[in-house]
């Protein structure tokens, strides 16, 4: 099976240079990159906010969102979806799929039926790149209204969370049960 082969591989390619590398490389990027790029957002969203880091939100909201933007607000939104929020999902994931791969390469057999939950942060990424291209229609659009775009959006965002919370929840519980099992061994 296809996910089981790419769940194996993650595994086999996380060893504990690359799974360190991602770690400093997600570390570097989010003290460094993200505050610049929040700064930036705080500009043109004013107290409205972002869709990317909303949990839910509506398409009335998305709308309200795209009119407090302005013109320039809305070209900067996507602009920024589309550099920067194209690599920091690229970050995240290669920073939860490696640490995740460790840790359940290290603990679980190969057999082990758990391993597979390595791909979770690969949704993550997923639903972050298509919150980004609904959004972002919405956003080149307005004032046109772009409905199908505005109903996925939210949708995909609440995704997003799901998984790239879901993708730090399975590496602080798995990092626990190995703590835990090797404290014992």
């Given amino acids: 099976m296809f996910l089981r082969k790419l769940s194996r591989s993650f595994i086999g390619i996380s060893s ?3 799974t360190l590398s991602a770690l400093v490389i997600f570390l570097i990027f989010s003290t ?8 930036a957002v705080d500009i043109y969203s004013g107290s409205t906010g972002s869709p990317d880091l909303s949990l839910f939100y509506t398409s009335r909201n998305l709308y309200q ?3 407090q933007y302005g013109s320039a607000g809305r070209d900067a939104y996507v602009h920024a979806r589309f550099s920067f929020d194209l690599i920091f999902p690229l970050i995240f994931t290669f920073f939860l799929v490696t640490s995740i791969s460790w840790i359940l390469g290290v603990n ?3 057999t082990s039926p758990w391993r597979i939950i390595n791909l979770t942060p690969l949704l993550g990424m997923l639903f972050d790149f298509l919150e980004n291209i609904t ?21 995909f965002t ?3 969370w799901v998984f790239v919370g879901g993708s730090f929840l ?4 798995s990092g626990l049960i190995g703590l835990f099992t090797h404290k014992n061994n």
């Avoid at 460094?32 to 700064?39: D, N, T």
């Avoid at 399975?170 to 519980?173: A, G, H, M, P, S």
């Fill in 16 to 18: 504990n240079n690359i």
């Fill in 32 to 39: 460094a990159v993200l505050p610049k790029q929040s700064a």
């Fill in 65 to 67: 969102m795209a009119e």
């Fill in 108 to 110: 679980h057999p190969n």
């Fill in 135 to 155: 959004a972002s229609i919405v956003m080149i659009r307005y004032p046109m209204l772009s409905p199908i775009s505005a109903y996925l959006a939210p949708i």
């Fill in 158 to 160: 609440f995704l997003k």
């Fill in 170 to 173: 399975i590496l602080l519980i």
